[in-house]
C-alpha cells in the first residue's frame, strides 16, 4: 500500500533511477502528496479551490457592493457589464458595478462573490455527514459481519430503492414550507436530503475494503497478538481503507454542488434572502435561474454564475482524480 | 437463475412497501394539501363545496387509513384520480409515458452509437492527440451540470442563431411538435435535436470514458496476444476478442443507469417543455397532486429495483465465471 506504482513511462525510469539508491523511507502520506503534486491539472484544480476558499471568506471585503441592497436609481435595471457602453447613462457599464446589475438593480459581481460561499458550503458539509454516516456502517456491517451486515446492508437496499431526484422533490414539497425547511433558506433541508441520498455508497465502499482487508495478514498478525476489535478497526483496517474513503469524498462535492445549482434552477432549492446582512444571500442556481428570465436584457447574470459553476465542479473533478492517482496505485483509468 | 430472479423479486415487495410508505407519509406532511390548489387558483369554491370535496377524496382519514385505502387500490391497478384534470392517475401516465420512451430512446440510441467506437478507439490509440481530446471532453461533460448544457443549446440555437430561409429561430426550444402544424417526420427530429444533444453529451462522456478504461485493461491481457499472435487481422482482435470482454462491465453499468435516465428526463422534459413522464412529476409536485406523485415515485422506484436485478443476470449470463446464489 505504502509504494506508489509508476504510472507512465517517465515515471519508470525515476523508480529505477531511486532503487539503485538507498532512500530515505517516506510516509504514504508525503508518497502521495509527491504523486498528487505531478499531476499538474489536479494541482490547479487545488489552487483554484483555496483561491475560492478565500474569496468566500472575505467576501465582504471583496463585493464592492452589498449583494442584496436594491438601489436603483443609481445602480439602474439590468445596466450593462463595465466594458459596454450604451446610449443609455443608468445602463452604460461603469466599474462601479463590473458586471453590470440585474432586474432590481443587484450588482451581479457582489452576488457571484457571494455565492461561492454556499456553493462551498453545500459541496462540503454534506460530504462530511455522508463520511460521518457512511464510514462507521460500513465498518461495522464488513468487520461484524452476520446478522448487523444483513441488518445494515437492507438499510442501504431501501435507501437505493429511492429515486433521488424525486425524493429530493418530495421533501422539497413535504418539508419545504416548514420551519425546519426554512432553516437558512432552505440549505440545512438541502444538506439533510443529500445526505440521506448519498451515504449508501460509501457505507458500501466501505464495507467492501473491510471484508477484503479483515483476511489480509496483517490484520491476522495484529489480531494473534492481542489487539481488539476496536483497535484492529481504527489502528490497522480504517487507515488502510482511507485512500478510497477520500477520493470517495471529493467526487461527493461536485455532485452535491450540481445538485444545489440544479434543483434551486428548477425553483425547489433555496429561497432567495432579502436580509441586507444574510451570509449566504445568493447562490448560483438563483443567479442562473434570475439570468435565463433577462438573458436578452442583460446577459452576464446567466454567463457568469454557470461559467462559475462549470469551473468549481471541474475543479473538484480534477482534485479527486488525482487523489486517486495518488491513493490508489492499482487503478491506473 | 430463475429461483434467484424469483427469489430477488419477493425480497423486492417490502422494499417497496417501505418505500411507499415513507413517500406517502412525507406528502402529508406537506402543508396545503391537494384540494390547496383550488383555494390558491381563486377557483370561487365555497367552503362547504371544499369540504365535500376533501370527503370524496378521502383526505379526512387518518393517514393509515387513507395509506391503506391507497394500497389497495394500486394492488388492482387503480392509482386513483389526478386531483386537477379529474382523469385516472393511470391514464395521465399512460398519455406521457410514449414521449419519454420516445425522447429518451433516441438519446440513448445516440450515445451507444458514439460513446462505443470513441471509448474503442481513444484506448487504441492511448495517449494520441484524440484520446487527449477525448479525455478533455469527458471531464468537462461529467462536471458541467445538464441543466446548463440545455440552456446554453437554448440560447444559442434559438435565441441567437436565426434560420437563413425562414427568419425565425435556428431550431426550436421546446415540445414534441409545432403546435397546429401537420405531422412530418422533420418537423419531429427538428424539435428531438436539442433535448436529445443534452441528454446525450453527459452520457457520451461518462460511458466512453467508461468504456476506453475497461478496455485498457483488457487490451494488455495474454488472451489477446495470444489472439495477435496467432495472426488475426487487427479488427478481429479488438472486435471479437477485446471488445466483447471490455463490453461486460459497460453492459452491467448500463442496467444499473437506466432509471437514471429517467431523472435525467426530468431535466430535459422541464427545460424544454417536453409533455412526458419527468414534466407530468414536476407540475404535479406543483399543483400537490398526490395521487401522480405515489404512481410515478412507485413506478420509478420498482425499476431501480428490476434494473439492478437485470444488471445482476446480465452480467451472470455474458460472464460465465460469475455464479449467483
Known amino acids: ?333 | 437463475m430463475g429461483g434467484y430472479a424469483v427469489r430477488r423479486l419477493i425480497g423486492a415487495v417490502p422494499l417497496l412497501l417501505f418505500v411507499s410508505a415513507v413517500v406517502f407519509a412525507l406528502l402529508q406532511a406537506a402543508p396545503g394539501g391537494p384540494t390547496g390548489a383550488y383555494l390558491r387558483r381563486g377557483a370561487g369554491m365555497n367552503p362547504e363545496d371544499l369540504a365535500r370535496l376533501e370527503e370524496e377524496l378521502g383526505l379526512n382519514d387518518p393517514v393509515y387509513l387513507q395509506y391503506g385505502k391507497w394500497l389497495g387500490r394500486v394492488l388492482q391497478g387503480d392509482f386513483g384520480m389526478a386531483v386537477t384534470s379529474r382523469r385516472p392517475v393511470g391514464d395521465e401516465i399512460m398519455d406521457r409515458l410514449p414521449n419519454t420512451l420516445y425522447l429518451m430512446g433516441t438519446a440513448w440510441l445516440v450515445t451507444l452509437l458514439l460513446a462505443i467506437p470513441i471509448g474503442v478507439y481513444s484506448a487504441l490509440r492511448q495517449y494520441s492527440k484524440f484520446d487527449h481530446a477525448v479525455t478533455a471532453f469527458t471531464f468537462v461533460g461529467q462536471s458541467v451540470p445538464i441543466f446548463w448544457l440545455g440552456l446554453i443549446l437554448i440560447l444559442i440555437f434559438y435565441l441567437t442563431l436565426d434560420n437563413p430561409v425562414t427568419g425565425g429561430p435556428l431550431l426550436p426550444s421546446g415540445g414534441v411538435k409545432t403546435l397546429g402544424a401537420d405531422f412530418s417526420i422533420r418537423d419531429r427530429l427538428v424539435h428531438l435535436i436539442l433535448p436529445v444533444t443534452m441528454l446525450a453529451a453527459g452520457w457520451i462522456a461518462w460511458y466512453s470514458r467508461f468504456l476506453r478504461a475497461s478496455m485498457l485493461e483488457v487490451i494488455h491481457l495474454d488472451y489477446v496476444r495470444t489472439a495477435r499472435a496467432k495472426g488475426l487481422r487487427e479488427r478481429a482482435v479488438v472486435l471479437r476478442h477485446a471488445f466483447r470482454n471490455a463490453a461486460i462491465p459497460l453492459v452491467t453499468l448500463m442496467a444499473l443507469d437506466l432509471p437514471y435516465l429517467f431523472s435525467g428526463a426530468l431535466f430535459a422534459e422541464v427545460i424544454f417543455s417536453w409533455p412526458g413522464m419527468g414534466r407530468l412529476f414536476f407540475d404535479a409536485a406543483g399543483r400537490r397532486d398526490y395521487g401522480i406523485l405515489m404512481a410515478v415515485t412507485m413506478i420509478t422506484s420498482a425499476l431501480i429495483i428490476l434494473s439492478n436485478l437485470l444488471a445482476d443476470m446480465v452480467y451472470a449470463l455474458l460472464d460465465p465465471r460469475i455464479r449467483l446464489s
Open chain 1, 1 to 333: 500500500m505504502a509504494t506508489v506504482a509508476p504510472t507512465a513511462p517517465a515515471l519508470d525510469q525515476q523508480a529505477e533511477v531511486s532503487l539503485s539508491r538507498v532512500r530515505a523511507s517516506r510516509s504514504l502520506r508525503s508518497d502521495a502528496w509527491r504523486q498528487f503534486r505531478r499531476n499538474k491539472m489536479a494541482m490547479v484544480g487545488l489552487g483554484y479551490l483555496i483561491f475560492l476558499s478565500f474569496v468566500a471568506i472575505f467576501a465582504p471585503a471583496i463585493a464592492p457592493n452589498n449583494p442584496v441592497q436594491t438601489d436603483v436609481r443609481v445602480a439602474g435595471k439590468y445596466r450593462q457589464a463595465a466594458w459596454i457602453e450604451n446610449p443609455n447613462p443608468a445602463k452604460s457599464g461603469t466599474w462601479d458595478y463590473p458586471l453590470g446589475t440585474d432586474g432590481i438593480g443587484r450588482d451581479v459581481f457582489s452576488r457571484l462573490v457571494y455565492g461561492t460561499r454556499i456553493s462551498l458550503v453545500v459541496g462540503f458539509i454534506p460530504m462530511v455527514v455522508i463520511l460521518l454516516i457512511g464510514v462507521p456502517i460500513g465498518l461495522a456491517a464488513g468487520f461484524a459481519g452476520g446478522w448487523l451486515d444483513n441488518a445494515l446492508m437492507r438499510l442501504t437496499d431501501i435507501v437505493y430503492a429511492f429515486p433521488a431526484l424525486l425524493f429530493f422533490i418530495i421533501m422539497q414539497i413535504s418539508l419545504g414550507d416548514t420551519g425546519f425547511g426554512r432553516l437558512l433558506n432552505g440549505l440545512v433541508l438541502l444538506f439533510v436530503t443529500l445526505s440521506i441520498v448519498n451515504w449508501t455508497g460509501v457505507a458500501r465502499l466501505v464495507r467492501g475494503e473491510t471484508l477484503a482487508l479483515k483476511e489480509k495478514e496483517f490484520v491476522e498478525a495484529a489480531r494473534a497478538s492481542g489487539a481488539g476489535a476496536g483497535r484492529l478497526i481504527t489502528r490497522h483496517i480504517l487507515p488502510n481503507a482511507l485512500g478510497p474513503i477520500i477520493v470517495a469524498g471529493a467526487f461527493i462535492v461536485p455532485g452535491a454542488i450540481i445538485a444545489e445549482a440544479v434543483l434551486t434552477y428548477l425553483g425547489i432549492g433555496l429561497r432567495p434572502d432579502v436580509n441586507l446582512n444574510a451570509p449566504f444571500p445568493t447562490s448560483w442556481g438563483q443567479m442562473i435561474q434570475d439570468g435565463q428570465k433577462s438573458y436578452r436584457n442583460q446577459s452576464w447574470i446567466l454567463i457568469a454564475p454557470s461559467v462559475a459553476v462549470a469551473l468549481i465542479t471541474l475543479s473538484f473533478t480534477f482534485v479527486g482524480d488525482g487523489l486517486r492517482d495518488a491513493l490508489d496505485p492499482r487503478e491506473n483509468a
